[in-house]
C-alpha cells in the first residue's frame, strides 16, 4: 500500500451520507485489507455495489498443476516459446512455477477482457515485459508501458485494456503484497533513501460514471472461478479515498546501490510479499572498489529458491540465456555464475542488465508447461 488518494467527490466524514447534485443518496462501499484492521479505501457508488446473479463461469486462467517429479538442478525456461497463447489475458495466463504462496507465469494477451474480475485469492504483479495499454478499475485507469510493474490488489473489480504486443511476467501473490518495510519511516512514508519516491507511481484516473455495456464478471476464489452477472455498469463511483489502490511503477525508476564490494541481492527489493522479496536489477555502475569482483558470487542459500525473469542487457553471469529466459536454482544446492564470468568481470564499470528476481522461502514447483519449455542442458552449462 502506497499514501492515501483522495479523488472525486467524497462524504465530508466516514459512514455519513453523500447526496448527488439532485439529492439523491450514494452508496458507501468500504473496501478493507485484514478484516477491518488494514488499510482500506471507501468508494462513493450512484447504485448499490453488491447485487450480482449467480451465472456460469466463462473465462478464468487455469490453475497449475505439477509435472512429474524430477532430480535437484538448476532449471532454464524459455517462455518466449509459449507465446502461441493469446486472447485475453483472464483466459491466457500460463502459470511456470508456485508454492503455497504464489504462483508465476506469462501472459501473451491479444485481446481486451471481456469480463470484469475480481480475483478473491491474491493481489496480482505483473511486469510487463513487452507491450503496454490500460488497467481499468472502479477506482480508475491506470495507463502501463513496456518496463512497467503493474499492481491489482485482491478483490479489486477490473479489467486489462492491452494494445499492441504483449508479454507479461506475472506474480500471483496469495499472502498480499507490500512495499519492504526498511524502505519506510515510522510513519509510513517512504524513506528519503529508499529506492524510489512516491512521486514514482502511476496513480488511477477516475473517469466520470460510464456504462462499457460489460455484465458479465468472474470471480477467483480457493483457486476456482464463479461466474456473475450484473444489470448496472459498476463503474458508477463518483469519488473515494483511502490507501488501497491499483497503480504501476517503471522498472528504471528503481535507484540502485553501488558499493565498493558487491551488495547482497536484498539491497535490489522492491516489493515484499509473504514468503517472497521481489528484487529489481537495472543498469547501474558496479562495484567500485580496487580489487572488487562485480560478477556476483557463488552462494547457498539454503533457505530460498531463486528465481530470474531475464528482460535484456548482457548477463554477465550467465551464458544462454536471453530477453524471456526464466532460470529457477532451487535451494540445496550451490549456484553462481557460469565458468569463466566470475574472473572476467574483474575491472567492468557497469552493467545494463535489466531482469526481476523472485526469492521464495518455499519450494517452487514446475507446471507441465514449464517443463515442456525447458533447457535440458541448462544445469550442466554451469561445469
Known amino acids: 500500500m502506497l499514501d492515501r488518494m483522495q479523488v472525486g467527490d467524497v462524504a465530508k466524514k466516514h459512514h455519513i451520507q453523500l447526496r448527488g447534485p439532485g439529492g439523491e443518496l450514494r452508496f458507501e462501499e468500504c473496501f ?12 462513493y457508488h450512484e447504485r448499490r455495489p453488491h447485487l450480482q446473479r449467480v451465472s456460469k463461469p466463462g473465462h478464468g486462467w487455469s490453475a497449475p498443476t505439477s509435472g512429474t517429479e524430477r532430480p535437484l538442478a538448476k532449471r532454464h525456461y524459455r517462455s518466449g516459446e509459449l ?15 508456485y508454492n503455497n504462496d504464489l504462483i508465476t507465469g506469462v501472459a501473451f494477451p491479444t485481446a481486451e ?25 472502479i477506482l480508475g485507469d491506470v495507463q502501463f508501458a513496456q518496463g512497467d510493474y503493474v499492481f491489482v490488489p485482491r478483490g479489486l473489480l477490473h479489467r486489462f485494456i492491452p494494445k499492441g504486443d504483449q508479454h507479461w511476467f506475472w506474480m500471483s501473490m496469495l499472502g498480499g503484497l507490500h512495499v519492504p518495510k526498511q524502505w519506510r519511516n515510522e510513519v509510513g512514508q517512504l524513506r528519503m533513501d529508499a529506492p524510489y519516491s512516491e512521486r514514482d507511481f502511476k496513480r488511477p ?3 466520470a460514471p460510464y456504462d462499457e455495456g460489460i455484465r458479465e464478471m468472474v470471480v477467483r476464489r480457493e483457486g476456482r472461478w464463479h461466474g456473475f452477472t450484473i444489470e448496472d455498469s459498476p463503474f458508477d ?14 522498472i528504471l525508476a528503481f535507484q540502485p546501490r553501488v558499493s565498493s564490494v558487491h551488495l547482497p541481492p536484498t539491497w535490489h527489493g522492491t516489493f515484499a510479499a509473504r514468503g517472497a522479496l521481489v528484487c529489481s536489477f537495472v543498469p547501474r555502475l558496479v562495484d567500485f572498489g580496487p580489487d572488487a569482483i562485480p560478477c556476483p558470487y557463488p552462494h547457498a542459500s539454503v533457505d530460498c529458491d531463486e528465481f530470474i525473469f531475464y528482460c535484456k542487457g548482457n548477463f554477465t553471469s550467465r551464458k544462454g540465456v536471453g530477453p524471456g529466459s526464466v532460470s529457477h536454482h532451487p535451494a540445496g544446492i550451490p549456484h553462481g555464475p557460469h565458468p569463466g564470468a566470475y574472473e572476467g568481470s574483474i575491472g567492468s564499470k557497469s552493467t545494463d542488465e535489466l531482469a526481476v528476481m523472485l526469492d521464495t522461502y518455499l519450494p517452487l514447483s514446475p507446471t507441465a508447461a514449464a517443463l515442456g519449455v525447458e533447457d535440458p542442458a541448462y544445469h550442466d552449462s554451469f561445469l
Open 237 to 250: 463511483v463518483v469519488g473515494w479515498d483511502g490507501s488501497v489502490y491499483p497503480w504501476a511503477f517503471p
Open 205 to 207: 484516473q477516475l473517469r
Open 113 to 137: 477482457d471481456p469480463v470484469y474480475i475480481a480475483d478473491g485469492d491474491a493481489d496480482q504483479l505483473i511486469y510487463v515485459h513487452k507491450g503496454g495499454g490500460t488497467l481499468r478499475s
Open 83 to 97: 507465446s502461441s497463447h493469446g486472447g485475453p489475458q483472464i483466459d491466457g495466463r500460463t502459470a511456470l512455477l
Open 32 to 43: 478493507t485489507r485484514d478484516g477491518f484492521d488494514g488499510p482500506y479505501t471507501i468508494l
